[in-house]
């Protein structure tokens, strides 16, 4: 089944740590999201990927790092200048930023501060 | 600041009737909408999206289009308590780049 892998599905960060969270797709996407849901609010965009070796910032990327070696793989750290992590990340995907195509979710993770 | 609105709600229905969720959205340039159900703790799964103005009917879902009111809505008709869930909108905006802007959602509940 084609889908989009998140792990962990829950995450703990001490104090000055880095952290990283996978997101593999088997999708066959160009274009890769990462997204930060708090509580009772919408989805913040983190970063995001045209392609292979090319990643843009989003709205909220001060704290945050990504790389894209592979066309399956995006993952995010969440680094000790991010002051406050804990949230819902979400890994999305699309066939190209610039298509009518919808995103697709992975199941997400959850992280929060030990 | 491009903007994608949705009543927070929460907008409770009983079972059986039609719920009937509004999105209004601020860029004219915006071309593709999407409707997003997120249950409690879980991700957004894609339930509709519409392209041109009028509407899409999917089962019991009805997407609607305006562009020229710049409105969205979806309609859930014969509500079930499994409907209760934040629903979530988002429109694909092209000035300025291509850029898929969700809002914040809208909490339904359905009564049985």
């Known amino acids: 089944d084609g889908g989009i892998t998140q792990s962990p599905k829950y995450l703990f960060r001490k104090e000055g740590q880095n952290v990283t969270l996978s997101c593999e797709q088997n999708l066959n996407h160009d274009a890769m999201y990462w997204y930060r849901q708090d509580p009772g609010q919408g989805l913040r965009l983190i970063y995001y990927?045209?392609?292979?070796?090319?990643?843009q910032k989003g709205d909220i990327a001060e704290g945050y790092s990504v790389s894209r070696e592979k066309k399956e793989s995006f993952p995010l750290t969440v680094t000790s200048a991010q002051k406050n992590p804990t949230a819902f990340y979400l890994c999305a995907s699309s066939t190209a930023i610039t298509s009518n195509q919808p995103q697709h979710f992975g199941d997400g993770t959850r992280l929060s501060i030990l | 600041q491009k903007e994608v609105e949705q009543n927070s709600g929460p907008l409770s229905v009983p079972e059986g009737a039609i719920a009937s969720l509004n999105c209004t959205y601020s860029d004219r340039g915006s071309q593709s909408f999407f409707w997003y159900r997120q249950y409690s703790g879980k991700s957004p799964e894609l339930i509709m999206f519409i392209y041109s103005n009028g509407d899409k009917e999917d089962g019991r879902f009805t997407a609607q289009l305006n562009k020229a009111s710049q409105y969205v809505s979806l309609l859930i008709r014969d509500s079930q308590p499994s409907d209760s869930a934040t629903y979530l909108c988002?429109?694909?905006?092209?000035?300025?780049?291509?850029?898929?802007?969700f809002g914040a959602g809208t909490r339904l509940f359905v009564k049985a």
């Open positions: 988002a429109v694909t905006e092209v000035t300025g780049g291509f850029k898929t802007i």
């Open positions: 990927s045209q392609i292979v070796n090319d990643f």
